[in-house]
């Protein structure tokens, strides 16, 4: 059983549905974290084969979480998710969205050869889950002042192998603002998150992974630390709370201030 | 028994329960061969975590491709 773990933070009383938490270095479940920390009460998503390791991983949070069986793109299974949320509590505060995947061939580095159902695959899993998502569970966080976060990566460029994923993410911000714009007038609040690269099992197997963090660490001015995902939480907790109820539509770049600049410092000097 | 022997012990009692064999696995078996996947690596790193206190993140066991890479790797932890 879930529990509140602070009575004073900024998401006290919050109930809030994670999904996407596979292990410790996941980004999710970083989120999961600072959410009990600030108060949150949190249940978690997985499902299949990452369903033992994301309830492994749920018992190393503050306070362990419950873990629901829930593939975003089963129509069933969010219904049920659904149901069973609106047993439990009655309603949602907060939802966040966590959940990507590519096949190797839509990350090959070269877009044009991707088969297209591999194409589509990634887009369903990792842009139309979000709609998907919020379309399932809308009616709990009606009249909530709910918030809806899912995490993106830089899209306004084209990086080195991630292709279709890069593709999915710039569909998936798209898609923020659009459920942004049809969510606002039940008080749903839907924003994006778009982190510096986390090492986290599912960039492990982004082929140009090591590349782009590096660039990241060397240009950010802040400095970045490709191992550490509570930067990514704390912007993710900040939309899930009453601090951003002005804030819809949004995409928060959290990546040390790297898109705000061109060079490296050295470079710069 | 030393800690490598323990960690050695630890690593093939799981990765022979992922296999689902029951016969022991040599080094050079291809995880491949035994359908070990990148997903029931994630397992076994949080196997070693919570059994072991030896912290070997996932993402360490990106480019292996035998049982016996898997040992190095988590041998390469306990350095």
Partial sequence: ??????????????????????TKQSIAFAIASEAQEAGAEVVLTSFDRMRPVAERTAMCLPAPAEVLELDLTDEGQLARVADELRERWGGLDGVVHAVAYAPPEAMSGELCSTPVESACGTFNVSTVSLVRLASALRELMRGNDASLVSLSFESSVAWPSYDWMGVSKAALEAASRYLARDLGGDGIRVNSVSA???????????????????????????????????????????????????????????DGGCRAVGLAREARA | MNDTQSIDRVVLTALRSMAGVDRPLSPDVQLVDVEIDSLDLVELSQILEEENEVGVAASAFTDVLSVGDVIDVVRGHLA
């Fill in chain 1, 196 to 254: 510096g690269p986390v090492l986290t099992v599912a960039a492990s197997r982004i082929p140009a992974f090591a590349a782009i963090a590096d660039s990241y660490e060397r240009r950010a001015p802040l400095g970045w630390d490709r191992s550490d995902a509570r930067p990514v939480a704390g912007a993710a907790c900040f939309l899930l709370s009453g601090w951003s109820r002005g804030m819809t539509g949004q995409t928060l770049h959290v």
């Fill in chain 1, 1 to 22: 059983m879930s529990v509140a773990v602070s009575d004073a933070g900024a998401l006290f009383g919050k109930r809030v549905l994670i999904t996407g938490v596979s």
